[in-house]
């Protein structure tokens, strides 16, 4: 299992392309598997092994099917891609998932969320770690 720290600034390209940390590279394409799963937020986009979020989404199974945890799947299943590292280490990201996060291209901060690498746009990155509020730093 791979894991990713630090924060990196990086620049998404004219054609949507991310290019990834060197030290992060091997993490993310880990088990000889050049994909990754892409997943969009509210306010950033997630980049996941592509084994580790196929683990996630079997626990995600293990839960009720009522209605509510249906609908959020449904929501859900939208905002993610599968993409490939390309051999310069770029990913591409979508411009669905882009809108979706609010990112735009150019500048951009790539965090190591220990499992997972997450693309933030630089303002609302330092408006969220300025309102943290759970003691963490």
């Not at 880990?30 to 196929?54: C, K, T, W």
């Not at 965090?111 to 969220?128: F, K, M, N, R």
């Amino acid at each position: 299992m791979a894991y990713f720290f630090g924060e990196k600034e990086r620049q998404i390209d004219s054609n949507n392309r991310l290019p990834v940390p060197k030290e992060w590279r091997a993490g993310l394409t880990d088990r000889g598997q050049n994909d990754v799963m892409l997943l969009a937020r509210s306010n950033r986009i997630e980049v996941y092994p592509y084994h580790l979020f196929f683990i996630m989404l079997q626990d995600e199974r293990r839960l009720s099917l009522e209605k509510q945890v249906a609908d959020r799947k449904s929501r859900l299943g939208r905002l993610i891609e599968q993409k490939k590292v390309d051999a310069k280490g770029r990913v591409q990201l979508p411009p669905k998932l882009l809108k979706t996060a609010n990112i735009p291209t150019g500048n951009v901060i790539v965090v190591g969320a220990i499992d997972h690498i997450e693309i933030w746009d630089p303002s609302l990155y330092q408006e969220t770690e300025a309102a943290d509020t759970d003691g963490i730093l």
